[in-house]
């Protein structure tokens, strides 16, 4: 059984050895080519090296920072000069005014 399966093997095999090769075409060859993993890793490390310069070009812009607070504020009424007593002593309701601050930090890199 083995004899016959060798023996069609080849007397096919020039048969198969000077079949046509497929040609593709243009677009064919495009898609392959976009398609193979070799072209998406290149594609990804430009990605990845385009991203590099964006962050090495943001480093040289300035940085701004803002803080900013507010509050209501009681009126609290020293009763000696020392204000070691207050009026009220405890939590009271009857806010009168309002406390805030705010600032604004810029830093601007300097290369030289």
């Known amino acids: 059984m083995r004899s016959r399966g060798l023996a069609l093997l080849v007397l096919l095999a020039p048969g198969i ?3 046509e090769p497929v040609k593709l075409t243009l677009e064919q060859v495009i898609a392959k080519a976009v398609g193979s993993p070799r072209a998406r890793m290149a594609q990804s490390d430009t990605e990845m090296a385009a991203a590099r310069v964006d962050e090495a070009d943001a480093a040289r ?4 920072r803002a803080t900013a607070f507010g509050t209501i504020s009681p009126e609290i009424i020293c009763n000696d000069p020392q204000c070691l ?3 009220p002593q405890n939590f009271s309701w009857n806010f009168k005014g309002f406390f805030g601050t705010a600032q604004l930090e810029v830093t601007q890199p300097i290369y030289t």
Not at 61 to 64: T, V
């Open 85 to 87: 007593s207050t009026d």
């Open 17 to 19: 050895a000077t079949a």
């Open 61 to 64: 812009l300035p940085r701004l």
